[in-house]
């Protein structure tokens, strides 16, 4: 099993900026897609982000101002968050699966993290 844990929330200003980490242990698998999603009361667990190799994905909502990147020598992804809106408000979840991801979908998830949450005001 692969263990995700996230780090990183807080509180923040519109406008201001927040950079999110979840630490990998365990198994690993090269081919393995990593990504962010996100969650609010009420909705369905979305999409935020995704890395896998060279390729990086976005959903719509965030393309411009998160960017995810991975730390491979520390096992870290990170999830740099700019221009953060009150809409970005939400837990944020580290997720782990097959290397055929998207930020559009959740089937691909095999491991998710506790989350960490993320309050924009």
């Known amino acids: 099993d692969v263990q995700l844990v996230e780090s990183g929330g807080g509180s923040v200003q519109a406008g201001g900026s927040l950079r999110l980490s979840c630490a990998v242990s365990?198994?690993?698998?090269?081919?393995?897609?990593m990504g962010w999603f996100r969650q609010t009361p009420g909705k369905e667990r979305e999409g935020v982000a995704v890395?896998?190799?060279?390729?990086?994905a976005y959903t719509d909502s965030v393309k411009g101002r998160f960017t995810i990147s991975l730390d491979s020598a520390k096992k870290i992804m990170y999830l740099q968050m700019n221009e953060l809106k009150p809409e970005d408000t939400a837990m944020y979840y580290c997720?782990?699966?097959?290397?055929?991801?998207?930020?559009?979908?959740?089937?691909?998830?095999?491991?998710w993290g506790q989350g960490t949450q993320v309050t924009v005001s």
């Open positions: 365990g198994f690993t698998d090269r081919r393995y897609c």
């Open positions: 997720a782990a699966g097959t290397r055929f991801c998207s930020p559009y979908d959740i089937g691909w998830v095999n491991d």
């Open positions: 890395v896998s190799g060279d390729m990086t």
